[in-house]
């Protein structure tokens, strides 16, 4: 059963770290407006709307990936005092209660969202001839499939935790600096 989590976990990291790269095509773009706007006085209405295309593909195609990481925001106050069983039961309970109703409603109305899209070949509306929108409304339904996915390998650790008392361990991705253990590892105090 490892196995598999850790596998949907990888799939999950991989598209992650696939779209991470829009931001780096999102600040190449940037800078190119900012040079052409203000070096060639010759602005590009396109670059709004491609901006927020690409932010929202970029942040919708990383929340597999973060929920693999376990990096969403939590209120940490009183979960970090429970036991590994509580919090598993609490999170399970929120799983059913609020994450599989908004991710399986984010999948099913994406999918026709970005349907309508398609047949109409939506352009945006938000600058005079803007780009095509059709195709980037694809990415809805897609996360939301991929989200509902890791969503169910934490509902299947939560089930885990509860029957074993401790979390099952993940597979290392990144982690955040820890100063005291930084601090440590130079032997500083």
Same mark, same amino acid.
């Given at each position: 059963?490892?196995?598999?989590? *850790?596998?949907?976990?990888? &799939?999950?990291?991989?598209?992650? *770290?696939?779209?991470? /790269?829009? %931001?780096?095509? &999102?600040?190449?773009?940037?800078?190119?407006?900012?040079?052409?706007?203000?070096?060639?006085? *010759?602005?590009?209405? /396109?670059?709004?709307?491609?901006?927020?295309?690409?932010?929202? %593909?970029?942040?919708?195609?990383?929340?597999?990936?973060?929920?693999?990481?376990?990096? *969403?925001?939590?209120?940490?106050?009183?979960?970090?005092?429970?036991?590994?069983?509580?919090?598993?039961?609490?999170?399970?309970?929120?799983?059913?209660?609020?994450?599989?109703? $908004?991710? %399986?409603? &984010?999948?099913?109305? $994406?999918?026709?969202?970005?349907?309508?899209? /398609?047949?109409?070949?939506?352009?945006?509306?938000?600058?005079?001839?803007?780009?095509?929108?059709?195709?980037?409304?694809?990415?809805?339904?897609?996360? $939301?499939?991929?989200? &509902?996915?890791?969503? %169910?390998?934490?509902?299947?650790? +939560?089930?885990? +935790?509860?029957?074993?008392?401790?979390?099952?361990?993940?597979?290392?991705?990144?982690?955040?600096?820890?100063?005291?253990?930084?601090?440590?590892?130079?032997?500083?105090?």
């Amino acid at each position: 059963m490892l196995s598999f989590l *850790h596998a949907v976990d990888r &799939l999950s990291t991989k598209v992650g *770290h696939l779209f991470s /790269w829009l %931001i780096v095509a &999102l600040t190449l773009m940037i800078s190119y407006e900012v040079f052409t706007r203000y070096a060639l006085n *010759h602005p590009n209405p /396109w670059v709004f709307d491609m901006s927020y295309i690409l932010y929202g %593909i970029h942040f919708m195609m990383a929340g597999a990936y973060t929920l693999a990481a376990n990096g *969403h925001v939590r209120g940490d106050i009183m979960y970090g005092f429970f036991s590994a069983r509580t919090q598993a039961t609490l999170d399970l309970i929120l799983y059913f209660v609020f994450f599989l109703p $908004g991710v %399986i409603a &984010l999948t099913y109305a $994406g999918y026709y969202f970005a349907e309508d899209a /398609w047949v109409i070949k939506e352009m945006s509306s938000t600058t005079a001839d803007g780009p095509a929108i059709y195709p980037f409304k694809a990415f809805i339904p897609l996360a $939301g499939a991929f989200l &509902l996915f890791q969503g %169910i390998v934490e509902i299947i650790r +939560c089930i885990i +935790c509860i029957r074993d008392g401790a979390w099952p361990k993940r597979e290392d991705d990144v982690e955040e600096v820890d100063v005291e253990k930084m601090k440590a590892m130079v032997g500083q105090k």
